[in-house]
């Protein structure tokens, strides 16, 4: 934002007069200067706009008059005498020039509390991480102020320079606290591996599980108060958690994984849900308070800037309200949507229940069914045992029998004998037989099908026409 300002104007006499005016931010004033046509020649106007304005030197005329003028909000900018053709642009930079004033002031109240900062910094021998937050808590609040556009860039480079030096010493006595914690931890580190191999050795041989899963447990304790690095913590907690499964495996046998049903997992990021939108109600509130208390402080006020201050320290507080407000909207219509969800799937896992149990009745009825088939087949198995013995005394029979003439007349066969008798009852035998194998695949495959109590009727009836069938044979025969 530019602190000068060159125009034209005229005097009391309507005399035609260049303005120059500067701005002095940190005295809150303005030095006005006037020359007048007659001595401004023909380069003056285009010296001041194009050096004096971008802050390279001048040399004025002689002949210039200069008034210096306190910068105000409610008296003018230039004298009664003075008149310029574009008065919006004086009245616009005394407002911008006003706002520069308080951008200045704002600068010295943080150039004043980095440097105190800055003097603490420097005595220390150690690292403090008090001061390290103190240093951050610092420099967000400039770059709230940065963010805002209420400093200007010179001002907040001035300020970024001399805090990353002190971040940069801070961090160099990290590094050396750090190069401490690391050896500590280490040294940590080589004590629960060496303990936790011994344990692993007892697990293999399964010797006093009890004992071992107590041994644990006091690591574990152990291990939680023991300072480490985030890289060491991680490789030992994998190794302690691996062997409390290992013991409770061994104790108890394998465990099922639980809660990692879509109800479960749903239950769970719903209770994470409520547990976030509680502390961001807690987190408004606790803005709220801060709200009200910057409210009061900016009544009892000392000064002008202190009261702008906690104004601005307001509207920050203000936005923050306003975005974590906006976030809690979100987060209470996922509440919602998640509602909806658990519904859902409360109705989905119940029509599964009932799926399932209709399910394990129908496999129950199938394996009944296998199992009267399997009963079936080993009992025709058993009947045609029966009848292939007697076909075996038949054959036997046959072979004793005297030869027949062949010029002798054949004698009439007789009933149950002879090689026709033989050849009828394998027939017999045969077909029923295969009768009886095809029945047992048809009856198999409508079982198969889900078609249980069909097939069971099948079966019957197939049962009961081929024992008629061999019953209209045997009256035949």
């Given at each position: 934002?530019?602190?000068?300002?060159?125009?034209?104007?005229?005097?009391?006499?309507?005399?035609?007069?260049?303005?120059?005016?500067?701005?002095?931010?940190?005295?809150?004033?303005?030095?006005?200067?006037?020359?007048?046509?007659?001595?401004?020649?023909?380069?003056?106007?285009?010296?001041?706009?194009?050096?004096?304005?971008?802050?390279?030197?001048?040399?004025?005329?002689?002949?210039?008059?200069?008034?210096?003028?306190?910068?105000?909000?409610?008296?003018?900018?230039?004298?009664?005498?003075?008149?310029?053709?574009?008065?919006?642009?004086?009245?616009?930079?005394?407002?911008?020039?006003?706002?520069?004033?308080?951008?200045?002031?704002?600068?010295?109240?943080?150039?004043?509390?980095?440097?105190?900062?800055?003097?603490?910094?420097?005595?220390?021998?150690?690292?403090?991480?008090?001061?390290?937050?103190?240093l951050k808590s610092f420099w967000n609040k400039v770059q709230d102020q940065m963010r805002e556009r209420n400093l200007f860039r010179e001002h907040a480079n001035s300020l970024r320079d001399t805090t990353n030096k002190l971040f940069d010493h801070l961090k160099k006595l990290r590094s050396t606290l750090d190069e401490e914690f690391q050896a500590q931890s280490k040294e940590g580190a080589e004590k629960f591996q060496t303990a936790l191999s011994g344990i692993e050795e007892k697990i293999v041989k399964g010797l006093n599980l009890q004992g071992l899963f107590n041994d644990l447990k006091d690591l574990q304790r152990e291990f939680k108060d023991t300072k480490l690095t985030r890289d060491h913590r991680a490789k030992i907690w994998e190794r302690l958690d691996k062997a409390f499964k290992e013991v409770k495996e061994k104790r108890f046998g394998p465990q099922k994984d639980q809660g990692s049903s879509p109800s479960d997992r749903l239950k769970r990021r719903y209770e994470g849900l409520l547990s976030a939108i509680e502390k961001m109600q807690r987190s408004i509130s606790r803005d709220k308070g801060d709200l009200e208390y910057q409210g009061r402080l900016i009544k009892n006020s000392e000064g002008q800037l202190e009261a702008q201050i906690r104004q601005a320290k307001t509207k920050m507080i203000e936005e923050r309200i306003r975005s974590k407000e906006e976030k809690l909207n979100e987060m209470l219509s996922t509440k919602t949507d998640l509602e909806k969800r658990i519904a859902s799937q409360v109705d989905k896992d119940k029509a599964a229940a009932e799926k399932a149990k209709k399910r394990a009745a129908q496999e129950e009825a199938k394996a009944k069914a296998k199992e009267k088939i399997a009963a079936k087949i080993e009992e025709d198995k058993a009947a045609r045992s029966?009848?292939?013995?007697?076909?075996?005394?038949?054959?036997?029979?046959?072979?004793?029998?005297?030869?027949?003439?062949?010029?002798?007349?054949?004698?009439?066969?007789?009933?149950?004998?002879?090689?026709?008798?033989?050849?009828?009852?394998?027939?017999?035998?045969?077909?029923?037989?295969?009768?009886?194998?095809?029945?047992?695949?048809?009856?198999?495959?409508?079982?198969?099908?889900?078609?249980?109590?069909?097939?069971?009727?099948?079966?019957?009836?197939?049962?009961?026409?081929?024992?008629?069938?061999?019953?209209?044979?045997?009256?035949?025969?």
């Open positions: 934002m530019k602190t000068k300002l060159v125009l034209w104007g005229t005097n009391e006499k309507d005399e035609r007069v260049l303005l120059a005016l500067e701005l002095r931010p940190n005295n809150n004033k303005v030095d006005l200067f006037v020359f007048p046509e007659n001595i401004t020649g023909n380069d003056l106007e285009k010296r001041l706009m194009d050096d004096w304005r971008l802050g390279r030197e001048v040399e004025f005329p002689e002949g210039y008059t200069s008034h210096e003028r306190n910068l105000s909000a409610s008296e003018p900018l230039l004298p009664d005498e003075l008149k310029v053709e574009r008065g919006d642009i004086i009245q616009r930079a005394q407002t911008e020039w006003h706002f520069v004033v308080l951008s200045a002031k704002l600068n010295d109240v943080y150039q004043s509390e980095l440097s105190e900062i800055k003097e603490k910094i420097e005595k220390l021998k150690s690292y403090d991480s008090k001061e390290w937050e103190t029966d009848d292939a013995e007697a076909l075996e005394k038949a054959a036997l029979a046959l072979k004793g029998k005297p030869k027949v003439d062949p010029i002798a007349p054949k004698p009439e066969p007789e009933t149950g004998g002879g090689v026709e008798a033989l050849l009828t009852a394998v027939g017999t035998s045969m077909g029923e037989a295969l009768e009886d194998v095809i029945d047992t695949v048809k009856a198999v495959a409508e079982v198969v099908s889900d078609k249980v109590e069909d097939a069971m009727d099948d079966l019957k009836e197939a049962a009961e026409a081929s024992r008629k069938e061999r019953a209209k044979r045997q009256e035949e025969e």
